[in-house]
């Protein structure tokens, strides 16, 4: 399925850090994942307060959902990052941790970061959605 994903960076739009404005995908199979919240497999809140802990659990998390359909970060092909700040190098440093780990290549795609105000648990700083073409 790699050879099936296309990603591009027209030379008239600004250089990125490392993902891609357009990611093309020829006809397949998707998987669209719910948020991944940093909670553990009990529904119980991972990393109170810590931004480092919760993107961990996330990253985790996202892995285990990928795994599920037969996926890997690889056939990631959209993703959208939320995390509950407005200052831009606490959305520097989720998104450096994001691409610095296991989950990484999912992050050389179509990507948006967003800064919110809130999410859905309490206490939740980060959340990673992700659209997946899968492999076949």
Not at 71 to 81: L, Q, T
Request: a negative charge; aromatic letters at 4%.
């Amino acid at each position: 399925m790699a050879e099936r994903i296309t990603r591009i960076n027209p030379e008239q739009l600004h250089a990125t850090p490392g993902y891609h404005h357009i990611t093309v995908v020829e006809a397949g199979r998707t998987a669209h994942l719910a948020g991944q919240c940093p909670l553990d497999r009990h529904g119980d809140l991972v990393g109170p307060g810590s931004l480092d802990a919760q993107v961990d659990q996330v990253v985790t998390n996202a892995l285990t959902a990928l795994a599920a359909v037969g996926a890997g970060p690889e056939h990631v092909v959209r993703s959208v990052i939320y995390v509950r700040s407005g200052e831009r190098d606490v959305l520097g440093a989720v998104w450096r941790r994001l691409t610095e780990s296991a989950l990484g290549p999912a992050f050389t795609t179509a990507s948006t970061l967003l800064g919110v105000t809130q999410l859905g648990f309490s206490g939740q700083l980060v959340e990673v959605d992700l659209t997946v073409a899968l492999p076949d």
